[in-house]
């Protein structure tokens, strides 16, 4: 994702929320950008399409109101760590090109506080930057995986009607039961034009489909 801002963008009052709602420590704000504070930027978030790692929504309590229990399970797969670590490396020798260099890009070269420790621009290094300074974009799905009835694992049928209870059917990101290569949206717009359109053929006697997929 290439971003023509960065978290140094603090004089921008949607960056600096960007940055506060993402998570990064103030601790490793201050130490990294302070030179570069307010100053022309760009950034590249590097991120995995397709990430072995999984993690679980789970239910706090009987409380329908009580927030979920989200683990991300971050880089429970090393492979995860690896590929972003060759983005980081690839937005690198992008930035080291004629276009880029023309304009006077520089790569701030100040290191993590936690990763001092390690040679700055080294896989060993980029790997503790990438283990201190992930985020998600907000973009969860999968949760009420779509699936066979022979599937224990699987929250709603074909049809999107949720397994062991009668009249409820769920019809958004969470039935997907494979993550898309891409942003959720058009995919989550298609399953709720065909679930509206399910539902329709179950209640409206002659009702012809408006999306046949």
Not at 61 to 90: C, H, M, Q, T, Y
Not at 117 to 133: A, I, N, Q, R, T
């Amino acid at each position: 994702m290439f971003i023509p801002a960065s978290f140094a963008t603090e004089g921008e009052a949607e960056i600096s929320f960007l940055r506060k709602t993402m998570g990064v420590p103030d601790d490793i704000y201050k130490e990294v950008y302070r030179d570069v504070i307010n100053k022309d930027s760009w950034s590249v978030w590097i991120i995995t399409m397709y990430p072995e790692s999984r993690g679980k929504v789970r239910l706090a309590s009987k409380n329908p109101w009580a927030p979920p229990l989200i683990d991300p399970n971050f880089f429970e797969k090393e492979i995860d760590v690896l590929r972003i670590v060759e983005g980081i490396k690839f937005a690198i020798r992008m930035s080291e090109t004629e276009p880029f260099q023309s304009i006077g890009s520089k790569l701030v070269d100040r290191p993590i506080p936690g990763c001092k420790h390690l040679p700055f621009g080294s896989d060993e290094y980029w790997v503790c930057c990438v283990k201190h300074l992930t985020m998600q974009t907000h973009h969860q799905c999968g949760t009420c995986k779509m699936g066979p009835a022979t599937d224990r694992t699987a929250v709603v049928d074909p049809r999107l009607r949720v397994y062991g209870i009668q009249g409820l059917r769920v019809i958004d990101a969470s039935i997907m039961p494979v993550l898309p290569g891409g942003h959720t949206v058009a995919p989550t717009y298609m399953i709720g034009e065909k679930g509206a359109d399910m539902i329709k053929e179950d209640w409206l006697p002659g009702y012809t489909p408006t999306f046949d997929f």
